[in-house]
């Protein structure tokens, strides 16, 4: 319970820093972003990313290998992704989280369930 407390403060603070735009700006310009976890790992996550508004968005009971695609305005500045276990895998299996911004890799991370099959990610974040 403390990592998700942990994991949400993180991104609540990564979407105060994101910032809007002006109003009266009209954003056309959109930023292409895939977030991808794959891997052996057979439990379930709980994923939280930034939405194209600038809000997070959270996934339970997630299955990998899991993908989203999500076309993000000049309004957002910096966009996140995290992830842990919601249910537990089997220790050792592996999952790697990665976000593509116009198909290329930007940032990525891989972790190993640990011995009760737990496994976390660091939050991934990107500044456009």
């Known amino acids: ?43 379930k996550m709980l994923i939280v990313y930034t939405d194209n508004t600038g809000n997070l968005t959270t996934l339970t009971d997630i299955s990998l290998p899991w993908s989203v695609e999500v076309d993000y305005p000049t309004s957002v500045l910096t966009i996140g992704i995290s992830g842990q276990a919601s249910a537990t895998g089997i220790s050792g299996q592996t999952a790697t989280l990665k976000i593509y911004v116009n198909g290329s890799a930007v940032a990525s991370d891989t972790k190993s369930a640990g011995s009760l099959g737990e496994l976390a990610f660091t939050t991934l974040t990107h500044t456009f």
């Open 1 to 43: 319970m403390r990592t998700l407390y942990i994991l949400l403060t993180l991104f609540f603070v990564l979407t105060f820093l994101s910032g809007c735009s002006n109003d009266d700006e009209q954003d056309i310009s959109k930023r292409n972003v895939t977030y991808e976890i794959t891997g052996s790992f057979s439990g």
